[in-house]
């Protein structure tokens, strides 16, 4: 007889090898999927994958494309994965991404037309403290009255999702534009603007924060007392309780530094390829970035792996709309079936099969 | 209250019962769920599931019934993949549930590419001669569609059936202790995976709601957080029936009065007043939460607890 048996330790290699092995099982099942819409599943695939990349003609184009998307979605997951690994879902990343966005532009806004070097460097501080300041509401509300951080993060996604429309069309509405309502475009503003570091790059200062943010993560994972105490608390609750770590305290940490990073990144996209607020900001960064998250096992160096392969889907996404016709939904699912692999597949990291022998009658 | 003053008590009770279908259907589906010690955080993905497919459905069909059918075992579907992964591979039933949201929301957007604009076949009211014709009750009790009868109908059903019936009392074993359960003999992963479905079913059911009856129309994500609502209303009721439904029509009537204020051109943006439901989610959810003892003697005690036998 053979059963299952829950190993002491997660399996090392098939926690590496779950990503890869999920990845790939994705892609035979979203190739079945794109035969069901009545596409040729290895175009799509190949044109998903590999045209971004190594495309004659669409590769020039799409690569600098891969570090705009890679950098917020890796900095939002970096974030994420430090709270999630000691068990506090914040799930409202999206939420947080606007409001850094509201709060960095109104501040870039401001101070329009003048010029300063100071100008982006406050917007900066800015973003961090609106995307912060968001977070803040379930924190507290958590560590006060242990209210669910799951339910009050997500709702606030919707109400930022209407605060920036109502801001789009209200107090930072372009006052000079008379077409579509939207804020003036900070990219035409030299003093708050985020243009790529290399030209053509599509490296921005979003990308050099990604990095810095998944050096000092995996710092205070390895070295910190904080990182210990997120495992701990991670591993077993009541023992870290026990230890005299606070929960509280701990989720109001986790949620606040998740909460900075996401609203950095929404100051990066509001000032850089995003330009401008407009009434559709929100694009889905935040959520996206619960799956890179997990795709790259919670840990910093798997977070960037996974945050280019995210990317990638991306922009092979949007090149398989107008080459063969893909629907745009289609790699959302594509996406989600990659969590669900994932999901599935760590059974074999944390259990084994072992097979029963039975005692001599 | 010149505020007020043009709006009908009687029409806007009336709406309000159907406006709080979708989450009473949905939330009286996840409370069987979490009764049964299981936390599904995917209900906005079965919800939009099931309203994408019950309107594809029911325009190819011509039939209401065999649409909201459709949507029923689409969400079971969706809900019998998390119950696989969760019951079957041990998955982390917080990850799962995002998982099956962000799944849900990406298929359903892809189904529904070719309804946008389309109008669905027209839901049936109730039309009781006599009954529907009376004063007031007439409009507020007897000239509904089907879905907001069975909604209460299942409110008083899984009340019922949690309270007086074997099967429930074995469903509640297992959600508060499901080792205890087992060594009792019961059979603790069939009744999960039979209360995963049940919440499938009626998100899908609720979501279907929207599409065909409320809407009627598909638009891509349509749901708009009517699932993490129905998820927050079933902390908010303390997982009890009547208390489900009451705080739908809570929401309900939150939702209605914001839409007549806005018909009614207050002066305030309508991004803000639309913003209340979600608020009201919060502060709602904070109220309920604050009494933390008695919150938490509420729950199912192996909430979100994975169950794998040793032994």
């Given at each position: 007889m053979i059963r299952l048996e829950r190993r002491p330790a997660p399996s090392r290699f098939w926690t590496a090898a779950t990503p890869l092995l999920a990845v790939a099982l994705t892609m035979v099942a979203g190739g079945v999927m794109f035969a069901i819409l009545g596409k040729d599943p290895v175009a799509a695939i190949r044109t998903i994958f590999w045209d971004p990349l190594f495309h004659p003609q669409y590769a020039a184009f799409s690569r600098p494309q891969l570090l705009v998307k890679a950098g917020p979605l890796i900095l939002i997951a970096t974030g994420l994965a430090l709270g999630f690994r000691a068990g506090i879902w914040n799930i409202g990343a999206e939420g947080q991404y606007i409001a850094g966005a509201i709060a960095g532009a109104a501040v870039g806004l401001a101070f329009y037309p003048l010029e300063g070097w100071f100008v982006f460097p406050l917007m900066v501080v800015a973003g961090a403290f609106g995307g912060w300041a968001w977070a803040m509401i379930p924190a507290l509300l958590k560590a006060?009255?242990?209210?669910?951080?799951?339910?009050?993060?997500?709702?606030?996604?919707?109400?930022?999702?209407?605060?920036?429309?109502?801001?789009?069309?209200?107090?930072?509405?372009?006052?000079?534009?008379?077409?579509?309502?939207?804020?003036?475009?900070?990219?035409?503003?030299?003093?708050?603007?985020?243009?790529?570091?290399?030209?053509?790059?599509?490296?921005?200062?979003?990308?050099?924060?990604?990095?810095?943010?998944?050096?000092?993560?995996?710092?205070?994972?390895?070295?910190?007392?904080?990182?210990?105490?997120?495992?701990?608390?991670?591993?077993?609750?009541?023992?870290?309780?026990?230890?005299?770590?606070?929960?509280?305290?701990?989720?109001?940490?986790?949620?606040?530094?998740?909460?900075?990073?996401?609203?950095?990144?929404?100051?990066?996209?509001?000032?850089?390829?995003?330009?401008?607020?407009?009434?559709?900001?929100?694009?889905?960064?935040?959520?996206?970035?619960?799956?890179?998250?997990?795709?790259?096992?919670?840990?910093?160096?798997?977070?960037?792996?996974?945050?280019?392969?995210?990317?990638?889907?991306?922009?092979?996404?949007?090149?398989?709309?107008?080459?063969?016709?893909?629907?745009?939904?289609?790699?959302?699912?594509?996406?989600?079936?990659?969590?669900?692999?994932?999901?599935?597949?760590?059974?074999?990291?944390?259990?084994?099969?072992r097979r029963l022998r039975r005692a001599a009658p | 209250?010149?505020?007020?003053?043009?709006?009908?008590?009687?029409?806007?009770?009336?709406?309000?019962?159907?406006?709080?279908?979708?989450?009473?259907?949905?939330?009286?589906?996840?409370?069987?769920?979490?009764?049964?010690?299981?936390?599904?955080?995917?209900?906005?993905?079965?919800?939009?599931?099931?309203?994408?497919?019950?309107?594809?459905?029911?325009?190819?069909?011509?039939?209401?019934?065999?649409?909201?059918?459709?949507?029923?075992?689409?969400?079971?579907?969706?809900?019998?993949?998390?119950?696989?992964?969760?019951?079957?591979?041990?998955?982390?039933?917080?990850?799962?549930?995002?998982?099956?949201?962000?799944?849900?929301?990406?298929?359903?957007?892809?189904?529904?590419?070719?309804?946008?604009?389309?109008?669905?076949?027209?839901?049936?009211?109730?039309?009781?001669p006599g009954l529907s014709d009376l004063p007031v009750l007439g409009r507020l009790v007897f000239s509904h569609d089907v879905l907001v009868y069975t909604g209460v109908a299942l409110v008083a059903g899984v009340w019922a059936f949690l309270r007086f019936s074997r099967a429930g009392l074995i469903l509640r074993a297992v959600g508060e202790s499901h080792d205890a359960a087992h060594a009792l003999g019961f059979p603790v992963r069939r009744v999960r995976a039979l209360a995963i479905l049940f919440g499938g079913a009626c998100a899908g059911l609720g979501g279907a709601h929207l599409s065909l009856v409320r809407v009627p129309q598909w638009t891509e994500g349509m749901t708009a957080g009517a699932g993490w609502i129905a998820l927050a209303l079933v902390v908010f009721a303390s997982w009890r029936p009547w208390r489900v439904m009451l705080g739908a029509w809570l929401f309900g009537g939150i939702a209605v009065l914001q839409l007549n204020l806005q018909a009614a051109g207050v002066k305030i943006p309508v991004e803000y007043l639309a913003m209340s439901p979600y608020l009201v989610t919060i502060l709602v959810l904070v109220i309920i939460t604050a009494d933390r003892p008695r919150a938490a003697l509420h729950a199912p005690a192996a909430l979100g607890r994975p169950f794998h036998a040793a032994g």
């Open positions: 006060r009255f242990g209210t669910s951080e799951i339910l009050v993060s997500l709702m606030l996604v919707y109400v930022a999702d209407k605060i920036v429309a109502a801001m789009a069309v209200g107090a930072l509405r372009n006052p000079d534009a008379t077409g579509f309502p939207g804020s003036r475009n900070l990219a035409r503003y030299p003093a708050a603007a985020n243009p790529d570091l290399i030209a053509g790059s599509g490296l921005h200062w979003g990308g050099v924060a990604a990095l810095l943010a998944v050096a000092l993560v995996w710092l205070i994972l390895a070295r910190h007392r904080l990182g210990f105490e997120v495992r701990l608390a991670g591993l077993a609750p009541r023992a870290a309780r026990f230890a005299g770590i606070s929960p509280g305290r701990l989720t109001i940490v986790c949620l606040g530094l998740s909460g900075a990073f996401a609203g950095l990144a929404g100051l990066f996209e509001v000032a850089g390829p995003g330009g401008q607020i407009r009434i559709d900001f929100g694009s889905g960064y935040g959520f996206t970035a619960i799956i890179v998250a997990f795709l790259g096992r919670l840990h910093p160096a798997g977070i960037v792996l996974a945050g280019f392969l995210m990317a990638l889907t991306y922009i092979g996404g949007e090149i398989a709309q107008f080459v063969i016709g893909l629907p745009a939904a289609a790699i959302q699912a594509f996406q989600g079936m990659l969590l669900f692999f994932l999901l599935g597949l760590d059974l074999a990291a944390n259990y084994r099969l | 209250m010149t505020l007020l003053a043009g709006i009908d008590p009687v029409a806007v009770a009336a709406a309000l019962i159907v406006a709080a279908t979708p989450i009473l259907l949905a939330a009286i589906g996840e409370l069987v769920t979490e009764k049964a010690g299981v936390l599904n955080l995917g209900v906005e993905g079965m919800m939009i599931l099931g309203a994408v497919v019950g309107f594809a459905a029911a325009v190819a069909t011509g039939s209401v019934l065999l649409g909201l059918a459709a949507a029923a075992a689409a969400g079971a579907a969706l809900a019998g993949l998390f119950a696989v992964l969760v019951l079957g591979l041990l998955a982390n039933q917080v990850a799962t549930g995002l998982a099956l949201t962000l799944f849900g929301l990406g298929l359903s957007a892809l189904i529904g590419q070719g309804y946008i604009g389309v109008r669905p076949p027209p839901a049936g009211r109730l039309a009781v």
